[in-house]
């Protein structure tokens, strides 16, 4: 689906890229933890988080990750901002929570960049 | 170096240990060099993503460092030498989970123990030697077509 739908189906504020809303993006990746966002995001998915700092647009960047949808509510700070439009990659914020954003994108045909990870030692 | 090829490239990078508002700038500027370069998007994901992990590290837990990249036919070469605390056991903290993040690492969203992991798994090729009180040395080579 292309962002402008997930823009509708979330209800959700578009901060950087208002000219990506074309863009087409068929899976997404969520969490508020970046080390877990590197380990498991696949190129050209939606990356879902409440984390708001600088680290999220580089993480986002490395990874080439479509867009970023903050939950919550949550606002990136100016910097935030500053960045993601330099590196070209759109920041939308919803009210909806973590479960919710995923669950309604999940409705409409947005499915996980994985739905499970591989037997592994040790994980905490 | 002999005559310049076509797809080959040599630079260093300082990284500042702390420093978490610089985090990222390295990997981001060697992502753009290999794009430039015309070597396909998956390895420069590669790259990128190994580049960020370690620089991710060095700020947590080092001093400061230096990247090397080197771009050969066939290879890209990523290399992060570090001045620092050091490693004492690197088969700990090469297992997943394990870490020794403090409060801060973790607000910024990381210290979860994947990140050496997810290095070695980007990698073809992965090195990883340390000297406690001294720095950690990886050398990371993502083949090319
Ligand atoms: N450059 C380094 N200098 C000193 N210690 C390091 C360095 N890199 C890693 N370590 C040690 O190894 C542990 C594991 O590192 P790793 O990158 O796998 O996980 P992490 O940084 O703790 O969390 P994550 O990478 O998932 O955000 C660290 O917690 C730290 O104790
Ligand atoms: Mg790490």
């Given at each position: 689906?292309?962002?402008?739908?997930?823009?509708?189906?979330?209800?959700?504020?578009?901060?950087?890229?208002e000219d990506c809303l074309d863009l087409e993006v068929h899976t997404a990746f969520?969490?508020?933890?970046?080390?877990?966002?590197?380990?498991?995001?696949?190129?050209?998915?939606?990356?879902?988080?409440?984390?708001?700092?600088?680290?999220?647009?580089?993480?986002?960047?490395?990874?080439?990750?479509?867009?970023?949808?903050?939950?919550?509510?949550?606002?990136?700070?100016?910097?935030?901002?500053?960045?993601?439009?330099?590196?070209?990659?759109?920041?939308?914020?919803?009210?909806?929570?973590?479960?919710?954003?995923?669950?309604?994108?999940?409705?409409?045909?947005?499915?996980?960049?994985?739905?499970?990870?591989?037997?592994?030692?040790?994980?905490? | 170096?002999?005559?310049?090829?076509?797809?080959?490239?040599?630079?260093?990078?300082?990284?500042?240990?702390?420093?978490?508002?610089?985090?990222?700038?390295?990997?981001?500027?060697?992502?753009?060099?290999?794009?430039?370069?015309?070597?396909?998007?998956?390895?420069?994901?590669?790259?990128?993503?190994?580049?960020?992990?370690?620089?991710?590290?060095?700020?947590?837990?080092?001093?400061?460092?230096?990247?090397?990249?080197?771009?050969?036919?066939?290879?890209?070469?990523?290399?992060?030498?570090?001045?620092?605390?050091?490693?004492?056991?690197?088969?700990?903290?090469?297992?997943?989970?394990?870490?020794?993040?403090?409060?801060?690492?973790?607000?910024?969203?990381?210290?979860?123990?994947?990140?050496?992991?997810?290095?070695?798994?980007?990698?073809?090729?992965?090195?990883?030697?340390?000297?406690?009180?001294?720095?950690?040395?990886?050398?990371?080579?993502?083949?090319?077509?």
């Open positions: 689906m292309k962002l402008s739908e997930v823009k509708d189906i979330l209800d959700a504020e578009i901060i950087v890229g969520g969490a508020d933890l970046m080390s877990d966002v590197l380990a498991f995001a696949k190129a050209g998915s939606l990356l879902l988080t409440g984390l708001t700092n600088t680290q999220v647009i580089r993480t986002a960047n490395v990874l080439d990750i479509a867009a970023i949808i903050l939950v919550r509510g949550k606002k990136p700070s100016s910097e935030t901002i500053a960045l993601a439009s330099e590196l070209k990659i759109p920041i939308l914020t919803t009210k909806y929570i973590l479960f919710e954003t995923a669950g309604r994108l999940y409705m409409k045909g947005i499915v996980g960049c994985l739905s499970k990870v591989e037997n592994t030692s040790g994980r905490t | 170096m002999g005559e310049p090829k076509p797809n080959l490239y040599s630079e260093s990078f300082p990284i500042e240990g702390g420093n978490f508002n610089s985090a990222g700038i390295v990997s981001t500027g060697i992502k753009s060099i290999l794009k430039k370069l015309g070597i396909p998007g998956d390895i420069v994901r590669k790259a990128a993503i190994v580049s960020y992990e370690a620089e991710i590290n060095v700020v947590s837990y080092a001093k400061k460092a230096v990247v090397n990249l080197t771009v050969v036919p066939g290879a890209v070469c990523i290399e992060v030498i570090d001045e620092g605390q050091g490693i004492p056991n690197i088969d700990l903290a090469m297992q997943e989970g394990y870490s020794t993040a403090d409060q801060k690492i973790r607000e910024m969203g990381f210290g979860a123990g994947m990140g050496l992991c997810n290095i070695r798994n980007y990698s073809d090729d992965f090195h990883i030697e340390s000297e406690v009180g001294k720095g950690t040395h990886l050398k990371m080579t993502i083949q090319t077509p």
